[in-house]
């Protein structure tokens, strides 16, 4: 199970190419700013990405993100053999 | 601040559709409060014609093999649905070529509980992602 920093499907595209969703789904809004690193997905499909940047649209703010390589358990592994 | 929603009708890819033989996946296991939220997601960010666009999102199995797909775009999923688009054309589903190919939109006409029903069966069981590691389980 994740706690995502925000809910998406990680199956959207736009015509970007990248993931999106809106702002207002995040836990935390000030957290998502370009060149951000934040978790994204559901409680069961969650991969970390990149906030590309945010653009208005409907009735909210949208969030691109670049999905990056890699599982979430594979960068936890990463940051648990870099820092002990 | 907020804008107009995105009209797809001129974004729309200028392409034939997918055989009825092709494969579509979709990453995750879905529920129909998922499928709901998705679907109202879209419409919140997308219109079609005007009107707010209710829809999913799928990858037609198109110009790369299955597994070189679902190796670079769902690795993050443990399952996938694979349906073809015969199927979900028999369950009255119309796709729309949003985005960049291979992505494509299924069509709703609501999001009430009798059409994601309808959604869940037209996708199938869910089976494992083979491209899915299985390093940690």
Sequence with gaps: MYLVDITADLNDEDETGYVWTFLDEARDPARISPGALVVAGDEEAAAVCQVVDLRPAGDGTIVHLRLLPGLVDDYRALVERAVG | ?137
Excluded: C
Aim: aromatic share 8%.
């Design chain 2, 1 to 137: 601040m907020p804008g107009d929603r995105i009209e797809q009708r001129p974004k729309l890819r200028a392409e034939r559709p997918p055989a009825s033989t092709t494969l579509v996946i979709r990453g995750g296991r879905d529920t129909p409060e998922k499928l709901r939220s998705h679907a109202l997601r879209t419409a919140r960010a997308w219109s079609l014609d005007g009107q707010p666009l209710l829809g999913i999102s799928v990858f037609a199995v198109l110009d790369e093999p299955l597994a070189d797909l679902l190796g670079r775009r769902f690795a993050t999923f443990r399952t996938v649905y694979l349906p073809t688009v015969g199927r979900l054309d028999a369950y009255g589903f119309e796709l729309l070529p949003t985005a960049q190919r291979p992505h494509f939109t299924v069509r709703l006409r609501s999001a009430d509980d009798q059409e994601l029903g309808r959604l869940l069966e037209a996708l199938g069981a869910p089976g494992p992602n083979p491209a899915y590691p299985r390093r940690y389980g």
